[in-house]
């Protein structure tokens, strides 16, 4: 009998997001038990409620054997940029996982520089595979916890609400309030100074 192979589906968060860091989530499944995660309603996070993406999680994490999350921090994001970090954040989380894959499953269309084993790019995976669907989900939810714990820290921005990204509201709230430790500077500085200069036309 032929061993299974091994495979590891990853994705990231928050990529386009003005505040927090971005974060990634690997699964690690072997190749003839993916269909359990079609079977139990996995697909795109974006096209989930979010309390059935709450519920998920939990599923997810009983039918996989092996999973991890990371992030790369608003630090990183700054020195690095946004692609480099996200990159970052992917590598961690499957450098993470409990055993080696025999193969790589990547939401995007970039390689991960830092991964060891074989891999395969995947334009709009969550979309696709099962297994980059599955990491969406844990990246999103573990990252929308994140964003309601510290909207407790930095009240006025209402990032529980927003998540980080870059509402009107938000925006607003910059502009009032200024950035914070979390924010992203160039990020926000750009997206900023865009929003004015559509206003002066």
Not at 49 to 68: C, D, M, Y
Not at 100 to 124: E, K, M, N, S, Y
Not at 171 to 188: E, K, N, S, V, W
């Amino acid at each position: 009998m032929t061993a299974d192979v091994w495979l590891a589906g990853v994705d990231e968060v928050g990529r386009g997001a003005l505040f927090g860091p971005v974060v990634a989530a690997a699964v690690l499944m072997p190749a003839s038990a993916i269909e359990g995660l079609r079977a139990i309603g996995v697909k795109d996070s974006k096209q989930l409620s979010p309390r059935r993406r709450q519920q998920l999680v939990t599923e997810i994490k009983a039918l996989v054997p092996g999973w991890h999350i990371s992030f790369a921090s608003v630090p990183e994001i700054e020195r690095f940029n946004i692609r480099q970090a996200s990159l970052l954040a992917m590598a961690r989380a499957l450098q993470g996982l409990p055993q080696a894959p025999d193969h790589c499953w990547i939401d995007g269309q970039d390689q991960i520089p830092l991964c060891p084993w074989p891999q395969t790019p995947l334009v709009r995976g969550d979309q696709q595979s099962p297994l980059i669907a599955a990491a969406s989900i844990l990246a999103k939810v573990w990252r929308d916890d994140l964003m309601i714990r510290v909207d407790q820290r930095f009240p006025g921005y209402a990032l529980a609400a927003n998540k980080g990204y870059g509402t009107i509201a938000h925006r607003q709230a910059i502009q009032d309030q200024g950035l914070t430790p979390l924010h992203r500077r160039h990020f926000c500085r750009r997206i900023l100074i865009a929003g004015a200069d559509a206003a002066r036309e």
